[in-house]
């Protein structure tokens, strides 16, 4: 198996990225952000709970994002390995990514890390509020907020898969086929 986590902060690609990748690799896509909003969708007491967290750019409890993604591996047992978008976002879900990982016998082989400037971010994630109807996508102060969250709690990520030199960080401006390029480059000396 092989499996990388796409790495950034909210509105630096990954999601975007993310959809290039299984395309080319085939591998299975696990996005935290997009299994929420099915759940809030769907009007699940899941989503309900989740709701209330997103709409205030808030990060969901870990024990609910950690479920959620157990359940995935656990129903997705024959994939040439997952890609991780969004997740792990705390390093106590990064502990419980492991974990997971180790009882299917596999881990993550590189965590690729898109940087990109505050200004960029509010101004690509505002753009998408005009058209993707997300609750956290429309209002500056909402966005700005899961900024905050992310240099508080979700940064350390990185600190943790570094102790293992698994971080690798590429520019997430650009092209988005630059980006692409790039990203597959350091995937392709992994392989
Ligand atoms: P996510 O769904 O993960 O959303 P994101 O971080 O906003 O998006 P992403 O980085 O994927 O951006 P995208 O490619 O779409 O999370 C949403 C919320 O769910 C979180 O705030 C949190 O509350 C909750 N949540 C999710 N996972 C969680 C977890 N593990 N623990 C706790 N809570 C969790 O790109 C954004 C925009 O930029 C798009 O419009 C795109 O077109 C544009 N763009 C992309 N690349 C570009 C480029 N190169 N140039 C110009 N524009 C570009």
Redesign the pocket.
């Known amino acids: 198996m092989f499996n990388i986590i796409l790495f ?11 959809t290039k990748l299984i395309g080319k690799y085939g591998l299975k896509h696990l ?4 299994l ?2 099915s759940e809030i969708a769907q009007q699940t007491p899941l989503g309900l709970e ?1 709701k209330n ?2 709409d205030k ?6 024990e609910v ?1 950690i479920g959620m993604i157990s359940t995935a591996l656990e129903t997705n047992p024959d994939v040439p390995g997952f890609l991780f ?6 390093a106590t ?1 990064a502990e419980a990514l492991d974990k997971l990982l180790q009882l299917k016998k596999t881990s993550i082989a590189v965590m690729l890390a898109l940087d990109v400037s505050e200004e960029e971010l509010v101004t ?2 505002l ?2 509020g005009e058209s ?1 109807g997300r609750s ?2 429309t209002n500056e102060s909402v966005i700005r907020s ?1 900024i905050e ?1 992310y240099e508080t709690k979700t940064r350390a990520v990185a600190d943790y898969y570094n102790q293992f030199s698994k971080v690798v960080h590429l520019k ?5 086929d630059e ?1 692409f390029n790039s990203i597959c480059e350091e995937i392709d000396k992994r392989k």
């Not at 950034?8 to 993310?18: F, I």
């Not at 996005?31 to 997009?34: L, V």
């Not at 750019?57 to 870990?62: A, I, K, N």
């Not at 978008?85 to 705390?90: C, H, I, M, S, V």
């Open positions: 950034g902060p909210p509105g630096s690609g990954k999601g975007t990225q993310s996005s935290t952000g997009d929420l909003r989740a967290f997103i750019g808030q990060l969901v409890p870990d994002v978008d969004g997740f792990p976002r705390t879900q690509r994630l753009k998408r993707s956290d996508d899961r969250e997430g401006e650009g092209s988005i980006i």
